[in-house]
T-cell receptor
Framework: GDSVTQMEGPVTLSEEAFLTINCTYT??????LFWYVQYPGEGLQLLLK?????DKGSNKGFEATYRKETTSFHLEKGSVQVSDSAVYFC????????FGKGTHLIIQP | KAGVTQTPRYLIKTRGQQVTLSCSPI?????VSWYQQTPGQGLQFLFE???????NKGNFPGRFSGRQFSNSRSEMNVSTLELGDSALYLC???????????????FGSGTRLTVV
């Protein structure tokens, strides 16, 4: 079946540092890929998505490019803020999503 | 535009009981999927419904079931509750279409189920 592998963390960075969270996806075919963010006590919010190879999703300074050759969808941000502290989930699929285990990101002032 | 609404927000049940959770999708969304979130297993897909039909199912025992009504609202039922069923249950809705996942899913805030 489909599977998603992402670094679990926690990942601790200082404010204004560069962020990369790795994600690789294994599936039959090339499904749409997503990054979701979960703030404490809340449900998941869609952060960005890519529907086909070489697509770049971007939102709120975050970017991820769908790399078909490596089946990767790494999340990046040039300068993180304390407010970015949350759990980030990489996922993909159709008719139901397969998620990674989530990466807990902690940004220190 | 109202978001995905899940009720109740919190629930405490005793082992062996059964429970029903409710999810109202965003107006116009015809796909509803359910997920179980636990600290150990992360987010796991339970099942997905589209136009009252179960279209996809994850690897959960038959104690977990669901249904979708003609207005797209969905319910999830867990029978003979076990301690390990304690989790946050998330519902997500999406627009209809051949490639449903291209639109992304909008999640509700979840129902926190505690089994004692």
């Amino acid at each position: 079946g489909d599977s998603v592998t992402q670094m679990e963390g926690p990942v601790t960075l200082s404010e204004e540092a560069f962020l990369t969270i790795n994600c690789t996806y294994t599936a039959t075919g090339y499904p749409s890929l997503f990054w979701y963010v979960q703030y404490p006590g809340e449900g998941l919010q869609l952060l960005l998505k890519a529907t086909k190879a070489d697509d770049k999703g971007s939102n709120k300074g975050f970017e991820a490019t769908y790399r078909k050759e490596t089946t990767s969808f790494h999340l990046e941000k040039g300068s993180v803020q304390v407010s970015d502290s949350a759990v980030y989930f990489c996922g993909g699929g159709a008719d139901g999503l397969t998620f990674g285990k989530g990466t807990h990101l902690i940004i220190q002032p | 535009k109202a978001g995905v609404t899940q009720t109740p927000r919190y629930l405490i049940k005793t082992r062996g009981q059964q429970v029903t959770l409710s999810c109202s999708p965003i107006s116009g969304h015809r796909s509803v999927s359910w997920y179980q979130q636990t600290p150990g297993q992360g987010l796991q897909f339970l099942f997905e419904y589209f136009s009252e039909t179960q279209r996809n199912k994850g690897n959960f025992p038959g104690r977990f079931s669901g249904r979708q009504f003609s207005n797209s609202r969905s319910e999830m039922n867990v029978s003979t509750l076990e301690l390990g069923d304690s989790a946050l249950y998330l519902c997500a809705s999406s627009l209809s279409g051949a490639s449903v996942s291209n639109y992304g899913y909008t999640f509700g805030s979840g129902t926190r189920l505690t089994v004692v």
